[in-house]
């Protein structure tokens, strides 16, 4: 069984929160003032600890930096598809 971990307290202008699973190699991210949520696979299991052990890595930078890279895949949905 693996578990989500869920990143939340840091600034970003964009995103609210983040959700990574290591062993699963996948993301998710909030956007502040929406409903929209991003999903993405592919993400390398050594950033996703690095996000969750290094605690002055934004959030935005960090999505930025690795979620768009050419080999992370994404797709978008929304809170009201999960319901």
């Given at each position: 069984?693996?578990?989500?971990?869920?990143?939340?307290?840091?600034?970003?202008?964009?995103?609210?929160?983040?959700?990574?699973?290591?062993?699963?190699?996948?993301?998710?991210?909030?956007?502040?003032?929406?409903?929209?949520?991003?999903?993405?696979?592919?993400?390398?299991?050594?950033?996703?600890?690095?996000?969750?052990?290094?605690?002055?890595?934004?959030l935005?930078?960090?999505?930025?930096?690795?979620?768009?890279?050419?080999?992370?895949?994404?797709?978008?949905?929304?809170?009201?598809?999960?319901?």
């Open positions: 069984m693996t578990y989500n971990t869920l990143v939340a307290d840091r600034y970003s202008a964009w995103v609210s929160a983040v959700t990574v699973n290591p062993v699963l190699q996948t993301a998710q991210v909030r956007v502040k003032g929406s409903d929209d949520i991003y999903k993405y696979s592919n993400v390398p299991t050594l950033e996703c600890l690095r996000l969750l052990n290094t605690p002055d890595i934004s935005g930078r960090w999505v930025n930096r690795v979620l768009k890279a050419d080999d992370v895949f994404c797709t978008k949905s929304s809170l009201e598809s999960l319901l």
